[in-house]
């Protein structure tokens, strides 16, 4: 077992949600033990930190080791997987999450819960991308200090990704890729169109979802990112502190969501003794896990060709956004061509899988019943048809 789980197993935090998502699945290429947590209580200790926090979410994680690009690195993503049932006669559809910058895989605790609500058979794949998260990253080797930042441009992200699903389902035994549908947030709708784009995944993809990002109003966005970033807190005393900010400033709208999503993105930075208590420092302090200052370099590339990658990839596309003027004139013209499909969550934030979880499963789930050709009937061939003796 993992630091991260047994630092897991014992989590306690105030509030947690009553009803957790179904188990996830513990993945490790070195390993062949599969850990399940304990159902975790639901009040906090004094020990809590925010990796532990996020196993709310879910009653089991693991890991995955891809392959990286840069032989001095070595990355192990933090993935979160329940997998899909299959019949004899229909595999179950797996659905592939990418959150966007600054975020984890946990922002899907919610949606995976509601989607796996009317799609019981349905498989949920997320995970931390590289730099966020419980996902870690590894120097093999001290270079100059010039060479320290990180790699996380969107031809990286798209690797990551595709060897993610790849090595899942060797570790996981699937004789067969089950039908895929890749759902993007913000930087991670870039991320899984560029996998769209490449064809990689070939006939298992069946569909894509992007939420709330099109490409001009993204990189128009980037003017401001960097203040956006010198405003926020720079810590927090406390976890509930955290969770209250972003309520508090409409990051996120969805109390219970968050009290799942927000923990993962802070890392404890100081831990009092107990036995200081003359201090009146205090107690904890938590700051940012991903350091998105420093991706400032990749934040153009991540967008640009992002509207050309969703309306020419193939499959099914659904863009789903929280408000109609985020549309570009490429977006719009693409829909009035019906190129894909379009729905408006007026009430909801950026994060709208998070503040409306309900709503955005249903979204998503009809739109893979849409595309699912297992459902097609196709009619009997005319050479059966006579050797049986019926006539045509």
């Not at 993610?164 to 991670?188: A, F, R």
């Not at 169109?193 to 979802?209: F, K, M, N, P």
Request: charged residues 20%.
């Amino acid at each position: 077992m993992s630091e991260l789980q047994r630092a897991f197993a014992k989590a306690k935090l105030a509030g947690l949600p009553p009803t957790l998502p179904e188990p996830l699945v513990d993945l490790d290429e070195e390993e062949e033990e599969r850990d399940v947590f304990p159902e975790l209580p639901t009040e906090r200790s004094d020990d809590d930190s925010s990796s532990a926090s996020s196993a709310s979410s879910a009653s089991s994680t693991g890991t995955i080791r891809p392959t990286s690009s840069d032989s001095n690195l070595k990355v192990t993503h933090q993935v979160y997987l329940t997998s899909p049932l299959s019949s004899p006669t229909k595999p179950g559809p797996l659905f592939v999450a990418h959150h966007g910058a600054g975020s984890s895989g946990l922002t899907f605790a919610l949606l995976a819960k509601s989607i796996r609500t009317l799609l019981p058979n349905a498989g949920i794949l997320s995970l931390d991308a590289r730099g966020h998260g419980s996902t870690t990253v590894e120097t093999l080797i001290e270079r100059d200090p010039m060479d320290g930042i990180l790699d996380v441009s969107l031809e990286t992200l798209t690797d990551d990704l595709i060897t993610v699903i790849q090595k899942t389902k060797e570790v996981m035994n699937w004789p067969t890729m089950p039908p895929i549908i890749l759902i993007g947030h913000s930087l991670g709708g870039s991320v899984v169109t560029s996998v769209a784009s490449r064809g990689t995944l070939g006939s298992s993809l069946l569909c894509y979802a992007v939420l709330d990002i099109v490409e001009r109003t993204a990189i128009e966005s980037l003017a401001s990112m960097a203040g956006y970033l010198k405003s926020r807190p720079a810590t927090f005393p406390s976890l509930e502190t955290a969770i209250a900010w972003h309520v508090k400033t409409g990051s996120l709208k969805n109390i219970e969501s968050a009290r799942v999503s927000v923990p993962p993105l802070l890392t404890l930075l100081y831990n009092k003794p107990k036995d200081d208590a003359n201090s009146t420092a205090a107690r904890q302090i938590f700051h940012w896990r991903a350091d998105l200052a420093s991706t400032e370099p990749f934040w153009t590339g991540w967008f640009e060709g992002l509207s050309e990658r969703f309306l020419t990839s193939k499959g099914g596309k659904l863009l789903i956004l929280a408000g109609t003027e985020r549309l570009d004139k490429e977006m719009m013209i693409g829909q009035m061509q019906g190129k894909y499909a379009l729905q408006i969550f007026p009430d909801a934030g950026h994060f709208l899988h998070e503040d409306q979880p309900e709503k955005t499963a249903r979204s998503i789930v009809d739109f893979y019943k849409r595309n699912d050709r297992s459902a097609l009937v196709l009619p009997p061939k005319v050479s059966d048809m006579l050797q049986k003796g019926k006539k045509v």
